[in-house]
């Protein structure tokens, strides 16, 4: 995929998805056979917005191929403060870098910076748009706990505003999951979603109450309601706290249900699940770098 970009999970087939996870497990199972790949190769990392999962991910990833970071820094330190555009900021770093790592708090930022490079440009989270990255990593956790063929999913909180949801209901087409959405109604899966789940052949479940469909699921995927997302405070206000989930809640649940969330959470998730066998939301993170890698990895090489 060498001068490709990854910028949403509308570009990734079934054959895509498995070759980076095949990779992925390669990978954890032997990282130091990837230790000298990219030995002199600089990753750009742009992230105008804050992070640490995605952000410290993507560096280990690229250290641990033998390569470095250059590190655009925060916005308050960049030239972004004194006006450049983001177009320009692209162009400069690419004279830096082989690839890059974009996350912008606008929609549609990085299909936008991608026609001003010619190295390949990652989407690390553009608003409430895609992160395909965050969702090749969810399908490796699925992959490694439930399997990802005849699986029945929930997708509970912020599905109006949750990138990471409207990636990983994308890419979960690809191989026929039954998907359940769970969310307060003011919350719901925006309909340009519902519209291009429709035309993948995916039935859109809605529901606004876990309690009825949480004994049929396989994987229960918590999101946090995100207050940077709400243009109206007084919404944010209003929704913040419900659709929490604790060890009560999950009597109900298959004894093999996988619990997962992209982090941070805030109290989506009581604590007193992190020592259940149910909780993978710790491994999900950790899980970023050797899917990261074998993202990289392919990028740089040149792989199809």
Known sequence: MRHDHLLTANQLTREDIELVLDRAAEVDANPAAFGKRHAGTLLGLCFFEPSTRTKMSFEAAMKRLGGDVVDMGSVDSSSVKKGESLADTVRVVEG???????????????????????????????????????????????????????????????????????????????????????????????????????????????????????????????????????????????????????????????DDLTVMHPLPRVDEIAPEIDDTDHARYFEQAHNGVPVRMALLDMLLEGDS
């Open 96 to 254: 830096y870098a082989d690839a890059l790592v974009l996350r912008h708090p606008l929609m549609g930022a990085a299909k936008m910076a991608s026609e001003f490079v010619d190295v390949p440009l990652v989407n690390a989270g553009d608003g409430a748009g895609h992160h395909p990255t965050q969702t090749l990593l969810d399908l490796y956790t699925i992959r490694e706990n439930a399997g990802l063929d005849d699986l029945t999913i929930g997708i509970m909180g912020d599905l109006k505003y949750g990138r990471t949801v409207h990636s990983l209901a994308t890419a979960l087409t690809n191989f026929g999951a039954s998907q359940h959405f769970v969310s307060p109604e003011s919350l719901k899966l925006p309909r340009s979603v519902r519209y291009d789940l429709h035309e993948a052949g995916a039935t859109v479940r809605e529901h606004t109450d876990l309690e009825a469909v949480l004994p049929q699921l396989d994987v229960l995927y918590v999101t946090r309601i995100q207050r940077e997302r709400f243009p109206d405070e007084n919404e944010y206000h209003r929704i913040a706290g419900e659709y929490q989930i604790d060890a009560e809640t999950l009597d109900a649940a298959k």
